[in-house]
């Protein structure tokens, strides 16, 4: 099996972690699996290191794990198992809320230009932690945050985003 054949199956199996039609929302996809996740708040370089795991599951120990950088879709995948692990509900099913949380849920094929943009917008938006103090335009917006969201390390995020819901 080629290396891109085995990027092709490694990006489906990371859609198939996430509880949307892959066929509706493969554009969408592609863009979040294209784009580089970067982080600047301390120990969110620990969201790198979950999408590391992923590649290290799927190749399995002791084989060639690309060191291509982490994407927002295995960012994406990765916060979901945690949400999983602290909360109710199921991996996949965190995905999709994730990208609801986004306002990606719409960005169905085909992405037109304009789509392109949009996703594109929201995207630099999250990396550049530009949303709302509350956390409005990132992973976990909240109704009551005690603090700026645009600050507060994406693990705190989703503890703070966990706990509300509750």
Not at 42 to 49: F, S, V
Not at 64 to 76: D, G, H
Request: hydrophobic content about 35%; proline content about 4%.
């Amino acid at each position: 099996m080629t290396t891109n054949q085995h990027s092709a199956r490694y990006f489906e199996w990371l859609v198939s972690q996430v509880e949307l039609d892959p066929e509706l929302y493969h554009g969408l996809f592609q863009r979040l699996h294209w784009k580089e996740f970067e982080w600047f708040v301390h120990n969110d370089d620990n969201r790198l290191g979950d999408g590391v795991e992923l590649r290290r599951e799927f190749w399995g120990e002791g084989t060639f794990i690309p060191e291509n950088p982490v994407s927002v879709l295995e960012v994406i995948v990765g916060l979901a198992r945690r949400c999983a692990w602290q909360d109710d509900g199921t991996p996949e099913g965190w995905a999709a809320q994730l990208i609801k949380n986004l306002k990606l849920y719409r960005m169905t094929d085909p992405i037109t230009t304009s789509k392109e943009r949009r996703i594109d917008e929201i995207l630099d938006t999250l990396i550049g932690r530009t949303y709302r103090r509350n956390g409005e335009g990132g992973f976990f917006p909240l109704r009551h945050p005690d603090s700026d969201q645009t600050k507060v390390e994406i693990w705190y995020q989703m503890s703070a985003y966990i706990i509300e819901r509750s």
